[in-house]
């Protein structure tokens, strides 16, 4: 049954390999001087090779916003010598998204370290293979490609909304573009299997049913990856509906099977698979500019540089119904957290 967000599709591991073999993307055009730019894991693979995009972009300020900004020193050195036309300036700040107080101390550093914010792309992410808490309290996992990813989201809004009321920078190209909020999720949304559907339909509590170590055993140790990207797909729609996202671009993207660091956490075979059939992170990760260099539908999920429709079940009434939960569940943690979200929300 379809609803406000149509059918959605199914996407089988054997098509989505059919089409990894024969994708073409176009590499990104465009001048964004005068333009800022933000990259949460910038020092990964598809971090930094987004990076580089923003670089050969011409782009006047790239902020790397990491876990220790010292040692993202030496790519941002790296990163004026792979691309040595680049005369703009990179910045590093600290955030750690195992931390609430990380990111609202991050997001306070960045309003007061530059004047606008036209592209957020937040790119970072991890893959736990054993069963991880944050000192918040929450499975790794949840908290890093969920929770914080959806609270860093949220705080950013007022900084992209001050900036789309700023002048169109001269001389640029696109010339006339909104500022960007994207996330960074996954095909692998499209796989999360119907037993897990069923377990997460049945939670009372979704958010603390999925941080269980009950429910991790239940599930192969792939799933709860699997199923942080769904969820990332079910957030961007939500905020990009917000009336504090009207001014602000917002989508979701899959870089698809790339090589990248998150693979370092999935054992030596698995590392071995994806090395023969990734992709590299420069071509994956034109997708993320693609997709914030042109106009998009609000909320839309883009893979291979085209929008697609999220999975049948994130579609369907009981996947729909599921993201209103997590939304719910997701402010209360949110406004506990940081109580100065209520004001984006209230918007």
Known sequence: MATRYGSGQDYSQLKFLKGH????????????????????????????????????????????????????????????KDVPTYRGEVKTLA??????????????????????????????GVINMEHVETEDGWLADIQVNVLSTGLLALLLLPKLNATAKLPQPTGGEPADLKPQLHIVASEVHYWVRPATQKLMTDADNLLKTVCSREFRSK?????????????????????????????????CSSPGLCKSGLRDSMGPFAAWLINVLSWRSEFGTRTYLQAMLSP????????????????????????VRLEDKLWDESRQVWEEAAPEVKEVLAV
């Open 21 to 80: 073999l024969t994708a073409q993307i176009d590499e990104p055009k465009g001048d964004l001087r005068e333009r800022v730019a933000l990259i949460t894991g910038a020092t990964s693979g598809l971090g930094y090779a987004a990076a580089q995009h923003f670089a050969r972009l011409n782009t006047s300020t790239i902020v790397f916003a990491v876990r220790n900004p010292t040692k993202a020193k030496s790519y941002v050195e790296q990163l004026y």
């Open 95 to 124: 955030l750690d998204l195992t931390s609430f107080a990380s990111v609202r101390s991050f997001v306070k550093e960045l309003d007061a370290a530059v004047p606008r914010l036209d592209f957020a792309l937040l790119n970072a």
């Open 219 to 251: 599930i192969p140790f792939d799933e709860i990856y699997n199923l942080t990207k769904l969820c990332d797909v079910w957030l961007t729609r939500k905020i990009g509906a917000l009336d504090a996202a009207k001014a602000v671009q917002v989508t």
């Open 296 to 319: 998009q539908p609000q909320g839309a999920f883009i893979f291979a540089g085209k929008v697609q429709p999220p999975s049948t079940f994130a579609c369907s009434p009981e996947g």
